[in-house]
């Protein structure tokens, strides 16, 4: 048997001051250094289930190991092995970027060990929670009465929503909720989740811009009304994954407030382009939904799991999920005090808005307004090269910060299954090389490359060289059919 190491003498898990410290250095090092490299490497790196297994399958050692070579291994061997979503040259699917300050409010909020479930367990995370939730309701444009709380994203806030839909409408047995052809899955995960069977999940057709069809949304919920339904939410979209299209938002806010229907927006991908001009224009009218859910780990530059509910009357949200058990009765301090797990489905919660505050408190808002800027005028950039392609095909306008295209030349004429199997291997070549990570999508049943440009390093030049990139792979295709 090997003895215990220096770090931890046997039957104690407790270090000294000064191996704590060195371990944190190292610890901090290693990220440094990874987020130095991050450019010149891959954007991508993956492993087969049988390459993984070589590498981690083991029995847990009985006695401790050096804790620098446990630091280094996860390092080397486990943490690399994934998508670099932080990459200035990944464009697929949502990527994250976080801002350094970010990442360390993470380190120092679970060094903490902070439980925000109640006020009495964490008063000042909790005012500070509270402070940020402000923020980000003067954004949207919400009256005093707007309020929310910060949760692990977008599925979890969307599942939150409708609790409060489902109970500000009396929790109907024949409910129905209705959102756009393009709304993300995790909207339908949630409405059948609290409840509402999944034929009922209603998906309405979207219009040649891949924006909800609102004459369609009115025949589908009159019809469901006649049939017996009771119709409780609509879902809009402030920023479809597929595509970035936004949702008539003013419009669908009348048709709901008309209907007595919740307003819920999502805004899980989108929603911090409100700190933009264009953000501001397109999303017109979010300041009358009931709910809406924003990632700050996507537009806001921030680590995952930061994701946010907003609700335009937070006693809605407090009325559908608090409780009073007799083993929290000490928690009650009254109004002005309020319980983030009153407020949505977790009780064990950790302290999610530190990251935002260090973040807008190191940097300033002029920064972060920037950054987004900058990445809905990138799309705007590869909409226009895509244009002046002879061999890039556009699927739509850009939208926000998402573009989707694919490699179509003019010559010669490709049938839609030679296009599509050749955009693949392009998409594929193109991961293969390190050049990129992108991302495919189905519009219309038609395959299209898909790049959404969302990190604050990622720049023109990153940009471009992914398309000359695509272009370049494209003709070498061609070329040696």
Request: glycine share 8%; net charge negative; charged share 25%.
């Amino acid at each position: 048997m090997t003895p215990p190491t220096e770090d931890t003498p046997e039957g104690e898990m407790k270090l000294s001051a000064e191996r704590m410290m060195e371990l944190a250095e190292l610890a901090s090092r290693l990220i440094v250094e990874r987020c130095e490299r991050l450019p010149s490497e891959p954007a991508w790196r993956g492993g087969t289930r049988a390459e993984l297994e070589a590498i981690m399958r083991e029995d847990p050692p009985e006695d401790g190991r050096p804790a620098e070579q446990v630091l280094e291994r996860a390092a080397r061997e486990i943490l690399p092995v994934a998508g670099r979503v932080d990459h200035p040259r990944f464009f697929a699917f949502v990527p994250s970027s976080p801002t350094w300050p970010s990442v360390l409010a993470d380190y120092m909020a679970a060094g903490h060990n902070i439980f925000q479930g109640t006020w009495l367990g964490a008063s000042g995370p909790s005012q500070l929670e509270m402070v940020v939730i402000d923020w980000f309701r003067d954004w949207i444009g919400y009256p005093e009465t707007g309020g929310g709380l910060f949760t692990s994203g977008g599925s979890a806030a969307s599942l939150d929503a409708f609790v409060a839909a489902r109970e500000a409408a009396g929790a109907p047995d024949r409910a129905s909720v209705y959102m756009s052809d393009q709304s993300h899955t995790a909207l339908s995960r949630a409405a059948t989740i609290v409840g509402v069977r999944p034929e009922r999940v209603r998906k309405v057709p979207s219009d040649d811009l891949y924006r909800l069809d609102l004459a369609a949304l009115r025949e589908m919920v009159a019809a469901d009304r006649a049939a017996g339904l009771a119709p409780i939410a609509v879902c809009a979209n402030a920023g479809a994954t597929n595509t970035g299209a936004v949702d008539p938002l003013d419009t669908m806010a009348d048709f709901c407030e008309e209907e007595g229907l919740w307003l819920h927006v999502d805004g899980a991908y989108g929603g911090f382009a409100i700190l933009s001009e264009e953000g501001r224009r397109l999303f017109s009218g979010i300041e009358r939904a009931d709910s809406i859910a924003m990632d700050a780990h996507k537009w806001l530059f921030q680590p995952f799991e930061t994701g946010c509910l907003m609700v335009k009357d937070v006693r809605r949200l407090e009325a559908a999920f608090s409780v009073r058990p007799e083993y929290l009765q000490d928690t009650e301090w009254g109004l002005e005090h309020p319980n983030f797990g009153d407020r949505g489905l977790q009780l064990s919660r950790s302290f999610r808005a530190l990251k935002v505050w260090m973040s807008i408190q190191t940097f300033g808002m002029k920064a972060f307004r920037a950054a987004v800027t900058r990445g809905i005028e990138l799309a705007s950039e590869a909409e226009a090269w895509i244009r002046a392609s002879d061999d890039l095909e556009l699927a739509n306008p850009a939208s926000l910060s998402v573009v989707c295209f694919r490699f179509n030349p003019r010559d010669p004429d490709l049938s839609v299954e030679q296009l599509e199997a050749l955009n693949d291997r392009i998409q594929a070549r193109v991961i293969d090389t390190g050049i990129a990570m992108m991302s495919s999508t189905r519009l219309r049943g038609v395959y299209w490359l898909r790049l959404c440009i969302l990190n604050h390093t990622t720049t023109w030049e990153d940009v471009r060289t992914t398309l000359e990139a695509i272009e370049r792979f494209g003709q070498d295709d061609l070329d040696r059919e």
